[in-house]
Structure formats: C-alpha cells, structure tokens
C-alpha cells in the first residue's frame, strides 16, 4: 500500500456514501450538515495511525538458490526435491528472510529454534520450511499407494453406497456398515503425525489452513506429487471443536458383544461433508469467474490432502497435525483418540524418523498458564516415547514462534527443550568486542553468547 492515508479517506468516504444513499433526505442542507459531522473523529473513524515496520535482513537467497550449506545433511537430489517442493505453493522467487533461513538450517542440523518478530515478517514459512524439507526427504521412501475404494471420495453423496451400506428392508433401511469409507485405506506408507502445529486459539489456526492448503493441495502440488511420490499425498489435518464430528462411528458393544453403526452421527458427518462440498464448488467457481486463485484455498477440498473427519484422522493421523492446547489435552484422555499417538511412536521406532512440536504465540506461556502448557507437552513427549531423559529414539525438534519483540518477554516451557536458536530478526545488530562476532550473532566460531558484557552492553 503506497498511499495509507489516502487508502484510509478512500474507505471513510465510501461509508459516508453509503449511509447518504440507504438513509437519503430531501434537504440538501441537512445532507451537508450529516456529512460533515460523519467526517468528524470519533463519529465513525478516528484519525489513523501509522506504524513503521523495520525491513527484515534478507538471507540473499531464493529457495531455488539454496545449496548444502543451507541445508545440512541433504544431498543434492534431496535438495532439489525440497526446492520444487516448496515452490508449489509455499514459497515464491523471492530472497528468504535472514532468519527464515537460518531456523531452516539450524533446525536440519537436529536443533530446537525459537524466532521471535513482528507480524509480516514470515515466522509461519520460517517453521514450515523446516518440515516440508523433512517430508521432501521422508516421502521419497514410501510406498506406493493401492487403487482407491469404490466411492472413497463421494461416498457423503452416492445413493449406490447408501443402498449397498443401509438397504432397505421393507419400509426402513437396516444400517449393516457404515457409510464411510476412510481416507486413506488405499495407502500401504506409515501414517503418523510428523509435526504437530499447537496455536493457542481456534481463530489463529484458519489463515494458516489457507497457507497450508495452497502449498500442498493446489495444482502445481498434485502433479508434483504424482510425479515424483507415485501419487503419494502429504496430509493436513485440523483437530479442534469444529472438525466433524465428535463421538464414535460405532456404538458400544451390547451384552452379547454386537456392535451396531451410530447412524445418527454418521448422518452429521454426511450433512457435515455435503455443506463443505458445496462450498469448496462455490469457491472454485468464483475463482474461475472473478480471477482469484486464492478463493479457492479458503475451503477444503474434499478430495485432497486435507483429512475430513476425526474419524479418519484416527484411523490414519495426518502428517501435518493442527490443534490447540485445550484439545491436545482432550486427545491425550480420551481412548478414541489413542491410535493417533500410538501410530506416531511406533513411526518413531523407524531410524531417521523426527517429529516436529511448533508452538505458536510462544511469549503468551508465562506463569501458571506457562506451567500448564509445560506439564502437557511432557504428557505429550512421554506418550511418544520421547520423554527428554532416557528417551530411545531421537528427540523432538521444537519450532517456538513468538510475536513479540522484547526479548524479556520470551518465555520457554522450562524443561521440556532446550531451544538451539533465538533468532530476532527486528533485534538491532549492533558492533561488539567478540572476535569474529557482532551482537547477537549465531555464526560459527567465536560469537556472542547472550549475557556476555561488552563495550556497547549485552548481546
């Protein structure tokens, strides 16, 4: 936006206009009198406020100009992977941010980060670079999916499935199978949660959804896909109060051990996908219609990389797990939920496997609240056999992401990770006395340590 205040009149302007034509009079006076008592501050604007943002130290590098030393531990045909990955929808031709490249190569090299900034300034891609690099590599092992079950993706609106699953006997229809068919059965690879995105609140987790949505499920993603992970998707998942539907598909067994289908809430499910359905359809065509590509992101697809019930998401876990505090602590309680964390240990057994915590609006987890979110991610950590102490396979990388820019205000679960990496791009790079260092810098060699005392203060 070149022109904020203009931009700021622009839509005062329109208001005015708005309420002149819907609340219009004859008295051209009384016209002239109401506007200028709308355009007055505090009627239905204030003056707006300016805030200068700082320009954020750019690493020099496009995605596709990353080499080995970005990228530790990757060959080159890992690299490109990760390269034609992340341009499918994730990353652009622009150069990557100082910080954004270096939470991606410290945490490649098997360390915790933490990047504190200031909105805009690319903290979401600086925790997804990281594990879409890991994926890229990981997702050249598996295997090939199987053919798709009959009617996998329409089976909320086929009448075919519906007859053959609840057919009718007489006048009514005897519910002998559910009718849905899950997600991924088609899929031989482990399923598993690779990294848990945790936001503090359901509202934070929408926009990264769309982000999400556009850098695994669009076209350019798909092909890619098909044509390098023998139509292998990598699957994104929201788990949260308003993921349909809640409860079991199948109700407790009776006294003589039968189960029967709770077709009540399998009907929720059907109206629940149905609803989706035609929103993702309406969003398709006002793309098409209207030239915005990035409607269409605003909804799931039903048929893609996006998990559509929790039902599926506990036969099969997503890749990229996305939930709050409060319902992780739900899931870690209820029985229903227990495979997702008992697939993804049995998928940390395997050599090579890493899971990913990413914790959101890190600064807010002070005090008490701070204490709890600790004690949960140590129930977590345990529950997938990644406890800090003793743990058998390889640790957690945690990627804190905090909006803040004073240090003071980082706080840090205390005994869960140790974070390898404060990165604050906003922080002032100031000259210092280290040898080979400047304040704050995260170089290999000598370097300031925070703490340290020098001539113009602390790093």
Not at 239 to 250: A, F, K, L, R
Request: aromatic share 8%.
């Amino acid at each position: 936006m070149n022109d904020p205040v203009g931009a700021f009149a622009s839509v005062r302007e329109s208001v005015i206009s708005y309420i002149q034509t819907a609340f219009g009079t004859q008295f051209p006076g009384l016209e002239a009198e109401r506007a200028r008592l709308l355009r007055m501050p505090g009627a239905i604007s204030q003056e707006p406020w300016l805030e200068p943002l700082p320009r954020y130290q750019s690493s020099g590098k496009t995605i596709t100009e990353l080499g080995q030393p970005d990228l530790p531990g990757f060959a080159p045909p890992e690299i490109a992977d990760f390269q034609s990955l992340a341009s499918c929808g994730l990353m652009g031709q622009y150069a990557l941010h100082r910080h954004q490249l270096e939470m991606l190569s410290t945490a490649l090299g098997g360390q915790s980060c933490v990047v504190t900034a200031g909105t805009g300034s690319g903290k979401t891609e600086a925790f997804l670079l990281p594990i879409f690099a890991y994926l890229a590599r990981e997702s050249a092992t598996w295997a090939a999916p199987g053919p798709l079950a009959p009617h996998a993706n329409d089976w909320w609106w086929s009448d075919e499935w519906r007859d053959q699953c609840w057919p009718l006997v007489g006048n009514q229809r005897r519910a002998r199978l559910s009718l849905r068919v899950p997600q991924r059965s088609h899929e031989s690879r482990p399923a598993a949660v690779r990294a848990l995105v945790v936001y503090p609140m359901n509202a934070l987790v929408e926009d990264q959804l769309t982000r999400l949505r556009r850098a695994l499920d669009s076209p350019l993603a798909r092909g890619w896909l098909a044509e390098h992970r023998n139509g292998n998707r990598i699957y994104i998942g929201r788990y949260n109060s308003v993921t349909p539907v809640p409860g079991h598909e199948y109700r407790a067994p009776s006294r003589t051990g039968h189960t029967s289908v709770d077709r009540e809430r399998i009907e929720r499910l059907v109206r629940s996908l149905q609803e989706a359905d035609r929103a993702a359809q309406i969003a398709r065509t006002h793309a098409a219609e209207a030239g915005r590509e990035d409607v269409r992101y605003f909804f799931p697809t039903l048929d893609g990389a996006e998990m559509r019930s929790r039902w599926d998401m506990q036969d099969a876990p997503p890749d990229i797990l996305i939930t709050n505090f409060s319902m992780l602590g739900i899931m870690l309680m209820r029985d229903a939920d227990a495979q997702v964390f008992e697939q993804t240990r049995d998928w940390l057994q395997q050599d090579g496997s890493v899971f990913h915590l990413v914790v959101d609006e890190l600064h807010l987890y002070r005090g008490t609240a701070g204490t709890e979110v600790a004690y949960l991610l140590r129930l977590l950590l345990n529950r997938l056999g990644l406890a800090p102490r003793g743990s058998a396979v390889a640790g957690p990388r945690l990627l804190g992401i905090a909006r803040t820019r004073r240090p003071g205000q980082l706080a840090i679960p205390v005994g869960v990770l140790r974070p390898g990496l404060d990165s604050r791009p906003d922080r002032p790079r100031l000259p210092c006395a280290c040898p080979g260092g400047t304040r704050g810098s995260t170089r290999s060699g000598p370097v300031c340590q925070p703490g340290n005392r020098h001539r113009r203060g602390h790093c």
